[in-house]
């Protein structure tokens, strides 16, 4: 079966430093992958996808996101943090019956 | 481009009581799904809709939860009778279209918040 791992249930990280947050997936043929995020008491908002093509994949508001076949990783990343980036971020992986197997999510917390 | 629309936003009801949640895809959108999220957990899937077929209802409970979306466009969820597990986050989503992965990018409404005492 397919899944997605968020292995860190929370991160803190500076402002203005780099940010990185993880997911693994495990799927049958090719993996079709998504980021969302979650500001508080709001709805999930797309950030970016892997479908195809090159591994770098970037996305909205500075974000972007490096696809590792090899480690089977979609990890999110951004060069400088900002408190505003503080919210909730959900890794997914749409499976062969185009379904969307979602992460448990990932709290980011950046400290001024 | 208006938004994905759900209303009530909050919502508090006694255990054994029914509520019902609507939602407002945008427009031209044929792929509508309910998702439940429970505090601190990622989003469950409830329901899919594609235009007015259900795609995929197998984790709905069945037994209190209904959903229909009549003429393809909005939808309602219904919980009779609540139960205290169902306090969540009962969220809307819409795509243009499950089948076409690039297209397949789903945006949601803000939420509605279901308290059940």
């Known amino acids: 079966a397919q899944s997605v791992a968020q292995p860190e249930d929370q991160v803190n990280v500076a402002e203005g430093n780099p940010l990185t947050v993880k997911c693994t997936y495990s799927?049958?043929?090719?993996?079709?992958l998504f980021w969302y995020v979650q500001y508080p008491n709001r709805g999930l908002q797309f950030l970016l996808k892997?479908?195809?093509?090159d591994n770098l994949v970037k996305g909205s508001y500075g974000f972007e996101a490096e696809f590792n076949k090899s480690q089977t990783s979609f990890h999110l990343k951004k060069p400088s943090a900002l408190v505003s980036d503080s919210a909730l971020y959900f890794c997914?992986?749409?499976?062969?019956?185009?379904?969307?197997?979602w992460g448990a999510g990932t709290k980011l917390i950046i400290k001024p | 481009e208006a938004g994905v629309a759900q209303s009530p936003r909050y919502k508090i009801i006694e255990k054994r009581q029914s509520v019902a949640f609507w939602c407002n895809p945008i427009?031209?959108?044929?792929?509508l799904y309910w998702y439940q999220q429970i505090l601190g957990q990622g989003p469950k899937l409830l329901i899919q809709?594609?235009?007015?077929?259900?795609?995929?209802d197998s984790q709905l409970p069945k037994d209190r939860f209904s959903a229909e979306r009549l003429k393809g466009v909005d939808s309602t969820l219904k919980i009779q009778p609540a139960k205290l597990e169902d306090s969540a986050v009962y969220l809307c989503?819409?795509?243009?279209?499950?089948?076409?992965?690039?297209?397949?990018?789903?945006?949601f409404g803000a939420g509605s918040r279901l308290t059940v005492l």
């Open positions: 427009s031209g959108h044929a792929t």
């Open positions: 989503a819409s795509s243009p279209s499950y089948t076409s992965i690039g297209a397949n990018v789903l945006t």
């Open positions: 809709f594609q235009n007015n077929g259900v795609v995929d």
């Open positions: 799927v049958s043929g090719n993996p079709y």
């Open positions: 892997y479908i195809t093509g």
């Open positions: 997914a992986s749409m499976d062969s019956n185009y379904q969307l197997i």
